[in-house]
């Protein structure tokens, strides 16, 4: 699509939902519940968004006879596209054999012992070519995006040395450049400690062997530790994340999924992480830290959904104290789910979050936690034209109609990507 400022095209009668364009902090507190909206609205845009307001106010302004193309949306509902800030794209295998584990009564683990969980994965990913992982990672982000995901972070951290990890790195950023949607590289070397190893010794492997690897390469944003009883330490993330740091990787935390008391929010408000995830055992002391510091705290009910956990995050005390929340799939082989509508639908019933805090949790405060927020996560001028409609009437539908929400049409970039479930065009 032309981007050249009189060249634009026009959404109308839509009913438009987005956060605030909030550029100095995230959406904390009463502003998590806080949206702009238009009943019968309109969008002009081009690459980016050029105006937003009331159908009959921009026809004013933007003439339809100039637009080179005009989407009448009929009342459907339009957000913005959906930012999900919590993948494990890319990696080979399935784990589906672990839910009978599960239902005997394994733990996270136990699984891990008797031969699953992230070190299975790791040694099919680790022999799996680069090719295949690209294929196998188009076809979920085909999935992603016809449920009108337009933005993700995407990990390493199936590798557990360096020639896989840099194979995945390199695998996400061709998916970036070839896929519609955008991928924000995560280095995750510190995912989980291969056999035969001990944490320290690994610790010191991720510091002075793979990180100078993904500087030298510039292919990653941020690093991520997986803080957590039987992982890794905070004394053992401190110093891989103070090494990423000084290699220009911003870091994002795995802390407090298993067990409280192990000091993994407190580190990640320390370090000054620009997210904290999972969280379903942060103790006070721990959401007060990522309040004081303003640290993204990343909820993903989907894991405890699928582990058959009766926790969740506490997302309501967190927001009454300050924390900005955000959501994410958590889209990994232990954890297969793809659509942040359902993310959504669990926030609210698993975890109490109204429709208009899974909203800012899934676009404006999910941006953030990424570092896109200036260009993405609300429908605002000078942000990109990533835009969803969904042929409901409010954005109570979404988690009402448990897991089902439909997605019409899906903008990118302002190029309709996505038509009645049909993808219809991939970015050069």
């Known amino acids: 699509m032309a981007t050249k400022k009189d060249d634009f095209s026009l959404l109308i009668h839509g009913h438009i939902v987005t956060p605030y364009a909030q ?107 680069p090719e295949s992982l690209k294929m ?32 995945q790195l390199q695998v996400i950023k061709e998916l970036s450049e070839s896929h519609p949607i955008d991928i924000i590289p995560t280095f995750l070397g510190a995912h989980a400690i291969p056999p035969g190893e001990t944490a320290e010794i690994f610790t010191e492997k991720v510091i002075s062997a793979m990180i100078p690897k993904v500087k030298d390469q510039g292919i990653a944003e941020f690093i991520d530790v997986f803080c957590e009883e039987n992982y890794f330490t905070p004394k053992q993330t401190r110093r891989i994340v103070k090494a990423g740091a000084e290699a220009g990787l911003k870091p994002k935390l795995h802390v407090d999924e298993f067990a409280s008391g192990f000091g993994g929010a407190e580190l990640a408000g320390e370090l000054g992480a620009i997210s904290a995830d999972h969280l379903l ?10 309040a004081d510091n303003m640290v993204i705290g990343t909820l993903l009910p989907g894991t405890p959904f699928v582990l058959g956990s009766q926790a969740y995050a506490p997302a309501r005390s967190m927001i009454d104290a300050g924390v900005p929340i955000a959501l994410a799939t958590d889209f990994n082989p232990n954890c297969m789910l793809l659509s942040m509508p359902m993310v959504m639908t669990l926030a609210t019933y698993n975890m109490g979050l109204n429709a208009a805090e899974t909203v800012v949790a899934s676009t404006i405060n999910a941006a953030w936690a990424i570092n896109r927020h200036k260009s993405v996560g609300s429908l605002t001028p000078g942000k990109l034209a990533d835009m969803v409609v969904l042929p409901i009437k409010s954005i109570h539908f979404i988690s009402y109609l448990l897991g089902q929400a439909p997605i019409d049409f899906v903008f990118k970039r302002g190029d309709l990507v996505v038509d009645r479930g049909q993808i219809i065009l991939h970015r050069p």
């Open 23 to 129: 550029l100095e902090v995230p959406a904390t507190g009463a502003r998590i519940h806080q949206l702009l909206e238009y009943q019968d609205g309109a969008v002009a845009f081009n690459e980016t968004i050029l105006d937003i307001g009331p159908t009959e106010k921009l026809l004013q302004k933007f003439h339809l006879s100039a637009a080179q193309a005009v989407y009448d949306v009929g009342g459907r509902l339009v957000l913005p596209g959906f930012v999900d800030s919590h993948t494990h794209l890319p990696f080979a295998g399935t784990r589906e054999k672990e839910i009978e584990w599960r239902l005997e009564g394994l733990s996270y683990q136990e699984i891990a012992k008797k031969g699953g969980g992230i070190i299975y994965t790791t040694e099919l990913t680790r022999a799996a070519s």
């Open 136 to 167: 196998q990672g188009e076809e979920y982000l085909n999935r992603m995006l016809v449920g009108g995901t337009t933005t993700i972070e995407a990990k390493s951290g199936y590798g557990l040395d360096i020639n896989t990890e840099l194979k």
């Open 281 to 290: 055992n942060i103790s006070r002391s721990g959401i007060k830290a990522l």
